[in-house]
């Protein structure tokens, strides 16, 4: 069973930076792609960043030059640094994990303040 555990969220003021982490566990890390999604209050989940297996990543517009995202397959986790924060991005950050079954986190929070 895998399970995901995201950690590094908290408030932070606008121009900040926090660094996400994401710890698989039950699984062949290194083998799938995974990567990070957000859901701010009442709209919808918005992709945020993906990764491959061999590193090759994609990123939203709203985060493309902002945000990076990475993995350490000998620890078992990914990142993402998160720079030039902005009230918008404030939301529930998920990680999730791509095998014929799509893992989840539970979320961690992330709050910018102006």
């Known amino acids: 069973q895998v399970q995901l555990v995201e950690s590094g969220g908290g408030l932070v003021q606008a121009g900040g930076s926090l660094r996400l982490s994401c710890a698989a566990s039950?699984?062949?890390?290194?083998?799938?792609?995974m990567g990070w999604y957000r859901q701010a209050p009442g709209k919808q989940r918005e992709w945020v960043a993906h990764?491959?297996?061999?590193?090759?990543?994609n990123y939203a517009d709203s985060v493309k030059g902002r945000f990076t995202i990475s993995r350490d397959n000998a620890k078992n986790t990914m990142y993402l640094q998160m720079n030039s924060l902005k009230p918008d991005d404030t939301a529930v950050y998920y990680c999730?994990?791509?095998?014929?079954?799509?893992?989840w986190g539970q979320g961690t929070q992330v709050t910018v303040s102006s």
């Open positions: 039950g699984t062949s890390f290194s083998f799938s792609a």
């Open positions: 990764i491959t297996n061999s590193g090759n990543t």
């Open positions: 999730y994990y791509n095998t014929i079954t799509r893992y």
